[in-house]
């Protein structure tokens, strides 16, 4: 013990000291993890395709972070974006105790303005396979995002074993810059940017620099034979067994992802052991998490396609490749077959399946509340507030203050001026709402409003679905929750029935996640307990979504938060709170 202590004292005077990047412990009791990371905007061609991305460190996605359960994460993060402010979530992390170091601007800490150095410190509490990005503006889009695997403890097994552990982002890729995004999403009439250019594996795509109006003149700007832009390549020895750590950071697709000729058994979710199950095609929703298990078990003479493809919307996108490569004869080598597109994009009925089989493990079954004290049913459409596109929720559109809420509430500033003291509803008008109808709501309205819930009640969500403002068109959206995993107990198709559907609920291994899909025209029920001191965003995690208002805010318990860091203030009302 007294050898642990001494050893922590001097990690601490290490960090002090910023002698050293990362401290990359290896004694047995690891525990303070310290990173430096400078963002900046630099010329990347991730899929043949030159732009300004956001980088850290020089790369994009960011550095990964491997911890083990209960270490701390320092990262000090210095912003180097010139004009633009930052702030970056530590996407599934709860942040017991630590709800300043969430990273969610204008919810828990005002934005990081360039030329400024903030430092997020926060315990990762629990293993599993979770995220990190931006959640400042749309600004995540750009290419601020990574993954942070955090390993059990010494000594602890997990219900599954293999040999090699590797990570797999996805995400999507646009070539337009986030600026001209938010300003078409934010002006009348509407511009919408489409659908993506390219689906990036550990971001690495492949745009066809044929496509561009003036390619040869453009040879500079897209160049297939980049480097940059090769595809991944995860190789494999024959006879292995590897387990995939997924994860999605689309800012609009719902993916499917394949190994062609290898089944995959999904294991793990958002941090929650899965009970196994296998499957040759896996659905992932951004913000979403899984590990699967791949035997590397099929032919050794050739290679293999490893892909992912648009679903949910009508792909334009072409599909995502990297290459499983078996070991040692073939490197690089495309394999000799042609990728699969996927399954049909417009089917729901396997996703609403599949989202159904992931049960929580039965020796890893968190019990949920059988009852709970309060329900929320959140009507997810679009309308218009004065002429501009808006999503809502209940005929509400959320906006971000200008004050973060955490520190408003916690220093107990003048409320009135921070956001409106009227809670957003917590119902529609349920009967006489056809979903399948276009939403015709053109005089919404757009509350900063939040749910104050009572600390440690058990809350139900119910995420319903409806038609947007297009004829026959349901999108699909994943919500996602900060601060807490709640229970997942149910999805369906239809409008959901309060006294039917309530009674089918799975209350018995019910899987904890921080992400669901709801389904088009469908609906996903949650619970959660309002146990984590604290202010918390819930939202749909499609970047123009959440930009667009569908999101809430829940806060419980905020009395409880220790004292917070005066790092996080020096915005709107808390300019005078500023460190000097
Ligand atoms: C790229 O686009 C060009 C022009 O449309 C087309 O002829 C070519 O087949 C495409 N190449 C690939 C690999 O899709
Ligand atoms: C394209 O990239 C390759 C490899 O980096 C390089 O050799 C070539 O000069 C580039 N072509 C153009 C037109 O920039
Ligand atoms: C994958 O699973 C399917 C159906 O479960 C099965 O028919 C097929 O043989 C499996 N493929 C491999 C390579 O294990
Ligand atoms: C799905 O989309 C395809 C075109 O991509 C269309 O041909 C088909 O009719 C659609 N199926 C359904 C069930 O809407
Ligand atoms: C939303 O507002 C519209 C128009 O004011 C109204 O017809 C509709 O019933 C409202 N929807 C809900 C879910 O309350
Ligand atoms: C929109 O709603 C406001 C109040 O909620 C009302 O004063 C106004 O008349 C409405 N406008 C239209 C076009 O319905
Ligand atoms: C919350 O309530 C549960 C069940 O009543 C209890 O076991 C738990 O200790 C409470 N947690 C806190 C932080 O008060
Ligand atoms: C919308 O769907 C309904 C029912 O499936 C169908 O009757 C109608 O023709 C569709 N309308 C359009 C514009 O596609
Ligand atoms: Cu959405």
Not at 212 to 220: D, F, Q, V, Y
Request: some cysteine.
């Amino acid at each position: 013990m007294v050898e642990i202590l001494a050893y922590r004292s001097l990690v601490k005077l290490l960090v002090l000291c910023h002698f050293i990047s990362l401290v990359a412990v290896s004694t047995v009791e690891a525990r303070i993890r310290h990173y430096r990371w400078e963002v900046k905007y630099e010329y990347k061609s991730p899929d043949c395709f030159k732009k300004l991305v956001i980088t850290i460190n020089g790369g994009t996605p960011g550095p990964k972070i491997l911890a083990q359960q209960g270490d701390t994460i320092v990262v000090e993060l210095k912003n180097s974006l010139l004009t633009e402010n930052v702030a970056i979530h530590w996407h599934g992390i709860r942040q017991i105790g630590t709800p300043w170091s969430d990273g969610t601007e204008g919810v828990t800490q005002c934005p990081i303005l360039p030329g400024d150095t903030f430092i997020y410190k926060f315990v990762v509490d629990r293993a599993g396979s979770y995220l990190y990005h931006a959640h400042y503006g749309i600004q995540r889009e750009a290419g601020l995002y990574g993954s942070i695997t955090v390993s059990v403890p010494n000594g602890e097994s997990e219900p599954f074993a293999y040999d090699y552990d590797r990570g797999i982002i996805l995400n999507d890729w646009f070539h337009k810059s986030t600026y001209e995004q938010a300003a078409g999403l934010s002006s009348i009439p509407f511009v919408w940017v489409g659908e993506p250019q390219s689906l990036l594996i550990n971001g690495r795509g492949r745009f066809n620099c044929s496509l561009l109006a003036t390619p040869s003149l453009e040879a500079g700007v897209c160049n297939a034979t980049n480097p940059e832009c090769s595809p991944y390549v995860l190789t494999v020895i024959p006879g292995k067994t590897y387990r995939l750590r997924i994860g999605s950071l689309t800012s609009l697709s719902a993916l499917s992802f394949q190994i062609e000729g290898h089944n995959m058994t999904v294991v793990e979710a958002d941090g929650h052991y899965v009970e196994p199950f296998e499957t040759k095609n896996l659905y992932i929703y951004s913000g979403e998490t899984y590990s699967v298990l791949v035997k590397a078990s099929q032919d050794p003479s050739r290679n293999y396609w490893v892909t992912t493809n648009v679903v949910s919307r009508k792909p334009t996108t072409p599909t995502g490749l990297a290459i499983l490569n078996y070991y040692p004869k073939y490197f690089k080598k495309s394999p000799p077959t042609l990728p699969t597109t996927g399954p049909l994009w417009n089917d729901t009925a396997p996703r609403l399946t599949q989202s159904l089989a992931v049960k929580a493990h039965k020796s890893f079954i968190h019990s949920p509340p059988l009852t709970s004290d309060k329900v929320i049913v959140l009507l997810n459409t679009q309308n218009k507030i004065d002429g501009y596109y808006r999503w809502s929720l209940n005929n509400v559109s959320f906006s971000l203050p200008h004050t973060p809420y955490l520190i408003a509430l916690k220093e107990n500033l003048n409320l009135n001026h921070v956001f409106d003291q009227t809670p957003p509803p917590e119902n529609y008008d349920f009967k006489n709402y056809d979903i399948y109808a276009v939403a015709k709501n053109v005089n919404a309205t757009s509350s900063n409003g939040i749910y104050r819930l009572k600390f440690n009640t058990t809350v139900d969500i119910i995420l319903q679905n409806a038609n947007t403002m297009t004829v026959n068109n349901s999108e699909t959206h994943p919500w996602h929750l900060h601060g807490h995993d709640f229970w997942v107990l149910g999805y369906g198709t239809g409008k959901f029935d309060m006294k039917k559907d309530v009674g089918k609920y799975n209350l018995v291994n019910p899987i904890m996640k921080n992400t669901v899909p709801v389904h088009p025209y469908g609906w996903t029920a949650l619970r959660f307990r309002a146990d984590n001191p604290g202010v918390w965003a819930f939202h749909c995690h499609l970047e123009s979504h959440f930009y667009m208002g569908m999101g809430v805010v829940f806060e419980a318990g905020v009395e409880k938060v220790g004292k917070l860091p005066s790092s996080v203030m020096g915005c709107g009302e808390t300019k005078g709170f500023h460190r000097p």
